[in-house]
């Protein structure tokens, strides 16, 4: 059998694999389609993903990215963006059980924000530059203020149960445990030392003072003309956090 016949035989054509194609989508769902396999390059590369690459984790040519796109910068863009606006983690929140104690209620809710908040974070590391951070937009307009809204509002029906054992209001409690999160995702100096979900919300709950009396703070120590004394309510009960229970013992 000559190379020519064996090369150009109808058999061995046949047998050859046809080229894939994307399934044939509307504008909007081709949209997200390209959006969403978009994002874990995005927020890795930034601007500097090229439209190839974008293509192929899609599974589309590149051509496909412009009927729906203007450009390959407005496809990251949009990625990077829809990272604000995911709601998913909400009804991870909404499934945190009541029956459990406050402690791994709260470890379990501090979990899912610390992801939702480095997804974020990822977003503004990757677009670092002066004029990226300017076309990526302000943080404040990025997030879904009722997005937010209903993250707290689950987050503080999980402290509800407890209220009467707080020493502020549960929507400072929030705030400072959102704050906490924050600084324990923060790419730069972050709460490494107690950035576990347990660790924070023990600081959370319990601070950094041992169990045992705690003296009157006076006002005098910072002004001599105010004779007020403060009193901060005593803490009572055991340790209810492992790494605080550790930290008594050292």
Same mark, same amino acid.
């Given at each position: 059998?000559?190379?020519?016949?064996?090369?150009?035989?109808?058999?061995?054509?046949?047998?050859?694999?046809?080229?894939?194609?994307?399934?044939?989508?509307?504008?909007?769902?081709?949209?997200?389609?390209?959006?969403?396999?978009?994002?874990?390059?995005?927020?890795?590369?930034?601007?500097?993903?090229?439209?190839?690459? *974008? #293509?192929?984790? /899609?599974?589309?040519?590149?051509?496909? !990215?412009?009927?729906?796109?203007?450009?390959?910068?407005? =496809? +990251? &863009?949009?990625?990077?963006?829809?990272?604000?606006?995911?709601?998913?983690?909400?009804?991870?929140?909404?499934?945190?059980?009541?029956?459990?104690?406050?402690?791994?209620?709260?470890?379990?809710?501090?979990?899912?924000?610390?992801?939702?908040?480095r997804r974020m974070v990822s977003v503004f590391v990757a677009f670092h530059g002066a004029g990226d951070h300017q076309r990526l937009g302000n943080p404040h307009d990025l997030v879904d203020p009722?997005?937010?809204?209903?993250?707290?509002?689950?987050?503080?029906?999980? *402290? #509800?149960?407890? /209220?009467?054992?707080?020493?502020?209001? !549960?929507?400072?409690?929030?705030?400072?445990?959102?704050? =906490? +999160? &924050?600084?324990?995702?923060?790419?730069?100096?972050?709460?490494?030392?107690?950035?576990?979900?347990?660790?924070?919300?023990?600081?959370?709950?319990?601070?950094?003072?041992?169990?045992?009396?705690?003296?009157?703070?006076?006002?005098?120590?910072?002004?001599?003309?105010?004779?007020?004394?403060?009193?901060?309510?005593?803490?009572?009960?055991?340790?209810?956090?492992?790494?605080?229970?550790?930290?008594?013992?050292?």
């Amino acid at each position: 059998m000559s190379e020519h016949s064996l090369t150009y035989s109808p058999a061995v054509v046949k047998t050859l694999p046809k080229p894939t194609r994307a399934p044939a989508l509307a504008p909007e769902a081709r949209r997200a389609a390209l959006v969403d396999a978009a994002v874990p390059l995005v927020l890795e590369r930034g601007f500097d993903v090229t439209t190839k690459d *974008l #293509a192929a984790a /899609a599974g589309v040519a590149e051509g496909t !990215i412009f009927r729906v796109f203007e450009s390959k910068d407005d =496809l +990251v &863009l949009a990625a990077a963006r829809s990272v604000f606006a995911r709601a998913d983690h909400l009804d991870e929140l909404a499934a945190i059980s009541l029956e459990w104690p406050l402690e791994a209620r709260l470890a379990a809710a501090v979990r899912i924000w610390q992801t939702v908040a480095r997804r974020m974070v990822s977003v503004f590391v990757a677009f670092h530059g002066a004029g990226d951070h300017q076309r990526l937009g302000n943080p404040h307009d990025l997030v879904d203020p009722t997005i937010v809204a209903r993250a707290e509002a689950i987050i503080a029906a999980l *402290l #509800a149960p407890e /209220a009467d054992r707080l020493r502020r209001p !549960i929507p400072d409690i929030v705030r400072i445990m959102g704050s =906490l +999160v &924050l600084a324990s995702v923060h790419p730069v100096d972050a709460l490494s030392p107690a950035s576990t979900p347990e660790d924070l919300v023990d600081l959370l709950l319990h601070g950094v003072l041992a169990d045992g009396p705690m003296p009157h703070v006076s006002a005098t120590h910072a002004s001599s003309t105010d004779e007020t004394h403060l009193t901060v309510p005593l803490r009572e009960g055991p340790a209810s956090c492992s790494a605080h229970a550790a930290y008594l013992d050292r």
